[in-house]
Nanobody, 122 residues
Framework: EVQLVESGGGLVQAGGSLRLSCAAS????????IGWFRQAPGKEREGVSC????????YYADSVKGRFTISSDNAKNTVYLQMNSLKPEDTAVYYC???????????????WGQGTQVTVSS
């Protein structure tokens, strides 16, 4: 059974940090890219950052460049998203997903986690 389990969300003040984790199981981790997406109320789901489990290539949305860092621990089948200098506009449900390539388009991703809430207060 394929599972992607996110953790690490919560409430933080603006300027603070959170680290999200995505633990994957049930598929060959090294064959997939893992992406982080977010969806705020009334908005479309958007790609935040993605990483290839095979070669480590990454993608960052312009809105998070310089603040967020994605990393992968292939031994643990886990991908992390370190989020620094958080802003109220980062508030959303954050999802991780597994797909074939490092792209920001959610339709390219096959497996999804249940999401974790990130709330940044001003």
């Amino acid at each position: 059974e394929v599972q992607l389990v996110e953790s690490g969300g919560g409430l933080v003040q603006a300027g603070g940090s959170l680290r999200l984790s995505c633990a994957a199981s049930g598929f060959t981790f090294d064959d997939y890219a893992i992406g982080w997406f977010r969806q705020a109320p009334g908005k479309e789901r958007e790609g935040v950052s993605c990483i290839s489990s095979s070669d480590g290539s990454t993608y960052y949305a312009d809105s998070v460049k310089g603040r967020f860092t994605i990393s992968s621990d292939n031994a643990k089948n886990t991908v992390y998203l370190q989020m620094n200098s958080l802003k109220p506009e980062d508030t959303a449900v954050y999802y991780c997903a597994a797909g074939g390539t490092v792209v920001a388009d959610p339709v390219e991703y096959e497996y999804w986690g249940q999401g974790t809430q990130v709330t940044v207060s001003s």
